[in-house]
């Protein structure tokens, strides 16, 4: 079991431990796939160990507004929340890159919860996590400019040429197309960034 990106099993009682090795198991997705959709009810929940997985929000009212994405050593709360509780998924779930990870189904993540103290505190530290997360998006949405948004998303990535189209970003913002774009390219004539073909390159 590759869970070296989970350092909370260090710590999980032994009965625990020898519980989950024989429970979960092992998956790969690939890319842009769906896990779950939004009002699904979850059956398993995905220990993810390699690439990335956007949580996503959708109504007839607005575009689609990423919650948060899901990276190595966590686990997704709208899963997690879905599947101890037994309701529907409040968002959907879609693999941004392809995946490699585990799984454990819903009677066995139940029991894991009542052997381990130490997986119970784990759970509860990524709902804190989340939680702030959440909170800091509402703030964004409601009281930031949208431009002043588009800046600060482009300054946390790595890289000074991100690839992602027009559409993509709106769909990361919650906001339109159309609207990213004409404020792009406002930042385009003040020098801020500059447009490629599927690509926007911080100056």
């Known amino acids: 079991m590759e869970l070296t990106s989970y350092p909370f099993l260090n710590e999980l009682e032994s009965e625990a431990l020898l519980f989950l090795n024989t429970h979960i198991k092992p998956v790969k997705i690939p890319?842009?796939?769906l896990l779950f959709y939004q009002g699904d009810v979850c059956e398993n929940i995905l220990w993810l160990t390699e690439?990335?997985?956007?949580?996503?929000?959708?109504?007839?009212?607005?575009?689609?507004?990423?919650l948060?994405?899901?990276?190595?050593?966590e686990q997704c709360i709208v899963n997690t929340a879905s599947l101890f509780s037994n309701t529907p998924a409040i968002a959907s779930a879609q693999t941004l890159t392809d995946i490699e990870g585990y799984v454990i189904s819903a009677q066995s993540a139940?029991?894991?919860?009542r052997l381990s103290d130490v997986y119970q505190s784990y759970l509860f530290s990524l709902y804190q996590l989340r939680f702030e997360e959440l909170t800091g998006l509402i703030n964004d949405i409601k009281?930031?400019?949208?431009d002043t948004r588009i800046i600060e998303w482009l300054g946390k990535q790595p890289h000074d040429m991100i690839e992602i189209t027009h559409e993509q970003l709106a769909t990361e913002l919650g906001?339109?197309?159309?609207?990213?774009?004409?404020?792009?390219?406002?930042?385009?004539?003040?020098?801020?960034v500059a447009l490629h073909r599927g690509k926007i390159e911080r100056l």
Do not use: H, N, P
């Not at 948060?68 to 050593?73: D, E, I, S, V």
């Not at 406002?186 to 020098?191: A, M, P, R, S, T």
């Open 175 to 192: 906001s339109a197309r159309v609207v990213v774009s004409r404020l792009l390219k406002e930042l385009e004539q003040k020098g801020t």
């Open 68 to 73: 948060y994405t899901l990276k190595a050593g």
């Open 31 to 33: 890319k842009d796939t």
């Open 110 to 113: 139940k029991e894991l919860t």
């Open 143 to 146: 009281f930031k400019r949208l």
């Open 51 to 66: 690439g990335e997985v956007r949580l996503y929000t959708q109504s007839d009212t607005i575009e689609d507004i990423t």
